[in-house]
């Protein structure tokens, strides 16, 4: 017997289920808390606390949801706080034209590629949900490998006896 049907065969459905739903909090709170980088990050570590007595495998993918969020918390909040310095300066212009900033590119690329990389991310998360929900384990390049290092194998489930 192959790994892949050992696995299969000690995890609970209800299980897949409940890990799939730890990428799936970043999503809802993107629409809860749009303009707020860190609402994602957030909303993932509250997840991962509600299910910190769960079994091995829904922590894991509690935390490689965690990773995955973490990543992008830095981008988004150069983004917004340059978003926000944007508007002040933009204010500070219509009362003293002389101090404008003529090269507003930086930003608009810095903006175009960070919209990219949460259109991207938001996808990979949906995709990796759908997948988690159906029994497949998904490992990101890079963060599975940090992942593994921080979840503990120790036995938590309280159900598992």
């Given at each position: 017997?192959?790994?892949?049907?050992?696995?299969?065969?000690?995890?609970?459905?209800?299980?897949?289920?409940?890990?799939?739903?730890?990428?799936l909090t970043a999503i809802v709170a993107v629409i809860a808390g749009?303009?707020?980088?860190?609402?994602?990050?957030?909303?993932?570590?509250?997840?991962?606390?509600?299910?910190?007595?769960?079994?091995?495998?829904?922590?894991?993918h509690s935390i490689q949801a965690i990773l995955a969020q973490l990543?992008?918390?830095?981008?988004?909040?150069?983004?917004?706080?340059?978003?926000?310095?944007?508007?002040?300066?933009?204010?500070?212009?219509?009362?003293?034209?002389?101090?404008?900033?003529?090269?507003?590119?930086?930003?608009?690329?810095?903006?175009?590629?960070?919209?990219?990389?949460?259109?991207?991310?938001?996808?990979?998360?949906?995709?990796?949900?759908?997948?988690?929900?159906?029994?497949?384990?998904?490992?990101?390049?890079?963060?599975?490998?940090?992942?593994?290092?921080?979840?503990?194998?120790?036995?938590?489930?309280?159900?598992?006896?």
């Amino acid at each position: 017997m192959n790994a892949s049907k050992i696995q299969q065969e000690t995890i609970h459905p209800n299980e897949y289920e409940q890990a799939s739903n730890s990428y799936l909090t970043a999503i809802v709170a993107v629409i809860a808390g749009l303009p707020l980088p860190i609402v994602n990050l957030i909303a993932a570590i509250i997840f991962y606390f509600g299910k910190s007595k769960s079994s091995y495998f829904i922590r894991w993918h509690s935390i490689q949801a965690i990773l995955a969020q973490l990543i992008l918390v830095p981008f988004n909040s150069i983004a917004w706080a340059w978003t926000v310095a944007m508007f002040f300066r933009l204010g500070n212009f219509v009362e003293h034209p002389q101090n404008r900033d003529s090269s507003i590119w930086p930003y608009v690329i810095y903006i175009f590629i960070i919209v990219l990389f949460n259109i991207f991310e938001f996808f990979a998360v949906l995709i990796t949900a759908g997948k988690v929900r159906n029994g497949e384990n998904v490992r990101w390049f890079l963060i599975a490998g940090i992942t593994d290092r921080l979840c503990s194998k120790e036995k938590r489930d309280i159900y598992n006896i």
